[in-house]
């Protein structure tokens, strides 16, 4: 397969059906350049109509764009902070916070809440939007995400501070891997509760011709799931790795003698961390899954001939 094969609207150049092909597609998706270009769908419709003077890679570039900025269901712009291009650019101040060793009951509560903010704002931003969200359910996912966030940081803070038979330097250590369960567990509850209207409501199935053939909510605990499953993987490398490596790295003479340098290395280690983690958590499954008629309710399979139909997961 050519690396700009010919183009197809509302496709991925790259093979959905593997994992290595979404990767590559969500490398293009998570692509920070892309928070500052306007005006794509008329750039995409322009190219289409003058295809004989450009190139496929121009095409695919302008579709690469489109599916970085635009939700598949809405057709409407995600806003800049919430798109998952600008997960990483947004989202690394607030790991490195929570990474920050000799954490206060104050600083830990402060960069639990400012996540868990982020992420229940990109969590609703990428949702299944096939179905109307009402507002007052954003709210009431936004506080008890939140909730649960700042409780279980807190609850493991509290608890590490009261252990006695660490000393000062494991105390420090074991302080660092905290925001880990925290996070993990947190971004589980996030998206439950910020998506709890598809599992109430379901989600719309599609045909092979893309037309929706029913309401699915056993397609919408599918959705859920595997995106919950993205969002207990996403922080492992994040919250993980930077503890482990600046652990080592602080030792170093450099760092010893230049304490000033501590901070600009580790949100250098967190951001390499993040733009590994990103797309190898979301690359877990295709955005638009595939689930079996004969797994839905009775009601889709009477209505389509075929095997399978596709959803939109969310991401």
């Given at each position: 397969?050519?690396?700009?094969?010919?183009?197809?609207?509302?496709?991925?150049?790259?093979?959905?059906?593997?994992?290595?092909?979404?990767?590559?597609?969500?490398?293009?998706?998570?692509?920070?350049?892309?928070?500052?270009?306007?005006?794509?769908?008329?750039?995409?419709?322009?190219?289409?109509?003058?295809?004989?003077?450009?190139?496929?890679?121009?095409?695919?570039?302008?579709?690469?764009?489109?599916?970085?900025?635009?939700?598949?269901?809405?057709?409407?712009?995600?806003?800049?902070?919430?798109?998952?291009?600008?997960?990483?650019?947004?989202?690394?101040?607030?790991?490195?916070?929570?990474?920050?060793?000799?954490?206060?009951?104050?600083?830990?509560?402060?960069?639990?809440?400012?996540?868990?903010?982020?992420?229940?704002?990109?969590?609703?931003?990428?949702?299944?939007?096939?179905?109307?969200?009402?507002?007052?359910?954003?709210?009431?996912?936004?506080?008890?995400?939140?909730?649960?966030?700042?409780?279980?940081?807190?609850?493991?803070?509290?608890?590490?501070?009261?252990?006695?038979?660490?000393?000062?330097?494991?105390?420090?250590?074991?302080?660092?891997?905290?925001?880990?369960?925290a996070v993990a567990s947190a971004n589980v509850c996030n998206v439950v509760l910020m998506r709890r209207t598809?599992?109430?409501?379901?989600?719309?199935?599609?045909?092979?011709?893309?037309?929706?053939?029913?309401?699915?909510?056993?397609?919408?605990?599918?959705?859920?799931?595997?995106?919950?499953?993205?969002?207990?993987?996403?922080?492992?490398?994040?919250?993980?790795?930077?503890?482990?490596?600046?652990?080592?790295?602080?030792?170093?003479?450099?760092?010893?003698?230049?304490?000033?340098?501590?901070?600009?290395?580790?949100?250098?280690?967190?951001?390499?961390?993040?733009?590994?983690?990103?797309?190898?958590?979301?690359?877990?499954?295709?955005?638009?899954?595939?689930?079996?008629?004969?797994?839905?309710?009775?009601?889709?399979?009477?209505?389509?001939?075929?095997?399978?139909?596709?959803?939109?997961?969310?991401?």
């Open positions: 397969m050519s690396e700009y094969p010919s183009f197809q609207s509302g496709t991925s150049r790259f093979d959905q059906n593997t994992f290595f092909g979404r990767f590559r597609h969500f490398l293009d998706v998570i692509d920070p350049r892309t928070l500052f270009v306007t005006e794509v769908q008329k750039l995409i419709d322009y190219l289409q109509m003058k295809f004989f003077l450009f190139l496929f890679l121009q095409l695919w570039q302008a579709q690469k764009i489109k599916q970085a900025i635009i939700h598949p269901d809405t057709g409407e712009k995600i806003l800049m902070p919430f798109r998952m291009s600008g997960f990483i650019p947004f989202g690394t101040p607030v790991v490195v916070g929570l990474l920050l060793p000799n954490q206060t009951l104050v600083s830990t509560v402060f960069w639990q809440w400012l996540n868990q903010s982020h992420n229940a704002c990109v969590n609703y931003s990428n949702r299944n939007a096939s179905k109307p969200a009402p507002v007052s359910k954003f709210v009431q996912g936004y506080l008890g995400a939140v909730t649960s966030a700042v409780s279980i940081a807190v609850g493991l803070n509290v608890l590490i501070q009261k252990a006695n038979r660490f000393n000062p330097t494991t105390r420090l250590l074991v302080q660092r891997f905290i925001p880990f369960p598809e599992l109430s409501e379901g989600i719309s199935v599609l045909d092979d011709n893309g037309n929706v053939v029913g309401t699915s909510k056993v397609a919408a605990r599918h959705a859920l799931l595997e995106t919950a499953l993205t969002r207990v993987v996403l922080p492992m490398p994040i919250l993980v790795l930077p503890p482990m490596i600046m652990a080592v790295l602080e030792k170093l003479p450099l760092l010893q003698k230049h304490r000033r340098l501590v901070l600009p290395v580790h949100s250098l280690v967190c951001l390499a961390a993040f733009s590994l983690a990103l797309p190898l958590a979301i690359s877990l499954f295709p955005q638009m899954s595939q689930i079996g008629v004969d797994q839905l309710e009775p009601e889709i399979a009477m209505a389509t001939d075929c095997k399978l139909v596709t959803y939109n997961k969310g991401l």
